[in-house]
Nanobody, 123 residues
Framework: VQLQASGGGLVQAGDSLRLSCAAS????????MGWFRQAPGKEREFVAA????????LYADSVKGRFTISRDNAKNTVSLQMNSLKPEDTAVYYC?????????????????WGQGTLVTVSS
């Protein structure tokens, strides 16, 4: 599966932004999907994940209550709604696909990665 992330940009603290990830192929519903991010000089970190059918989600503590992950299997897309953005949310955001049945925060479990989209939050 090929993944294409979009929707990044420059926003102010407190603003909202919605990231989207479009997947190619007809097997999108076989993958759990995740969002990760990497800030300059830091390691890639988990943000959120959603199960194949969308019934289960997982969030990093740092974004819980502010970010919402969702998916539309009919459109082969996964989205990340980001509200109340903070400067520390500034990073390149990546979507990823995982063939495992259970959703996970472990980046090494994900099989496919998109190219990333930059989110910059100014104070």
């Amino acid at each position: 599966v090929q993944l294409q992330a979009s929707g990044g940009g420059l926003v102010q603290a407190g603003d909202s932004l919605r990231l989207s990830c479009a997947a190619s192929g007809r097997t999108f519903s076989r993958y759990a999907m995740g969002w990760f991010r990497q800030a300059p000089g830091k390691e890639r970190e988990f943000v959120a994940a959603i199960s194949r059918g969308g019934g289960s989600t997982l969030y990093a503590d740092s974004v819980k209550g502010r970010f919402t992950i969702s998916r539309d299997n009919a459109k082969n897309t996964v989205s990340l709604q980001m509200n109340s953005l903070k400067p520390e949310d500034t990073a390149v955001y990546y979507c990823a696909a995982d063939l495992n049945l259970l959703i996970t925060a472990a980046h090494k479990e994900y099989d496919y990665w998109g190219q990333g989209t930059l989110v910059t939050v100014s104070s």
